[in-house]
């Protein structure tokens, strides 16, 4: 069994906790008006950055799977006031515990202070944590196509979409790519890292950057997000090129001792 599939059994445990029932749209939207200050606009924020060349999905992150404790020093909202001074479009926040020392607690407090759309990075293999998403405060899911069925994918994306939430839908090889088109997906993540054997290619990006836009009609209309690997403005340069609107990075910006030269360096607005 690799990671993956160990994630996604711990998670069968912790939906497993969830209140009982199938969801309906109409309850994501009545939760996020519930909420209250209704739905940031993700997909919009990454499409129109306000600074730099490419839109920055800027992540809070402690620990990962892979490298361990990423940031000794952990304080999810003042990494994520940071980010927002620094010119980040957007922040990514795991709320995975076990694996990523992360807490849906991080993402109510971040909503609370700072006004950039949030995604909820987890897991979700079940309808309820999309709700669940929506109560901690969440504007955007992701959705990892290797661990979904294509009734769930397609599932999952039409309730997102009709309560108004950005869905991340990510890819890892063409065959997972074809699936997350066929699903509807507008928002495209290619994560350069493979989640069984952790290794990082930036090149994977580029193969199926090739691939989804010779293959749809109005690639325009398609905003694919670089993930994981992104370590200097010349890796977003090569990204930029191959049709990357976005990036999405953790570890890189978790390791720094300046968030804000390190953001500028990346979007390209170098202090």
């Known amino acids: 069994m690799n990671i993956l599939d160990t994630i996604v059994e711990q998670k069968k445990v912790e939906v497993a906790r969830l209140p009982t029932g199938p969801i309906a749209a109409y309850q994501l939207r009545e939760a996020i008006r519930q909420r209250g200050n209704g739905v940031r606009d993700f997909f919009g924020a990454l499409a129109r950055p306000a600074t730099g060349d490419v839109g920055l999905i800027a992540e809070v992150k402690k620990a990962s799977p ?25 922040l990514s926040v795991l709320t995975d515990e ?45 959705l ?31 065959e997972e790519l074809d699936r997350a088109v066929r699903c509807g997906a507008r928002l495209v993540g290619v994560n350069n890292r493979d989640l069984k054997t952790f290794r990082v290619d930036l090149a994977t990006t580029e193969t199926l950057a090739a691939r989804l836009f010779a293959a749809v009609p109005t690639p325009e209309s398609y905003l694919l997000v670089a993930e994981s690997g ?24 978790m390791r720094t001792g300046d968030i804000a030269t390190k953001v500028a360096e990346l979007v390209g607005t170098t202090r």
Do not use: M
Request: charged share 25%.
């Open 66 to 90: 892979s490298a361990g404790v990423i940031c000794p020093d952990f304080d999810a909202v003042r990494i994520a006031r940071a980010y927002q001074a620094a010119g980040a479009s957007c």
């Open 144 to 174: 990892i196509v290797a661990i979904l069925t294509d009734d769930q994918l397609t599932q999952f994306h039409a309730l997102a979409d009709a309560a108004g939430l950005a869905a991340l839908v990510e890819v890892h090889d063409a």
């Open 98 to 142: 076990n694996f990523f020392q992360g807490s849906l607690e991080y993402l109510k407090a971040i909503r609370a202070e700072v006004s950039l759309p949030l995604l909820r990075k987890d897991f979700i293999i079940d309808e309820r944590q999309i709700l669940e998403a929506i109560q901690w405060g969440a504007d955007a899911i992701l």
């Open 230 to 253: 992104i370590q200097t403005r010349a890796d977003v340069e090569r990204l930029r090129r191959c049709g990357s609107r976005a990036i999405l990075v953790g570890e890189s910006l």
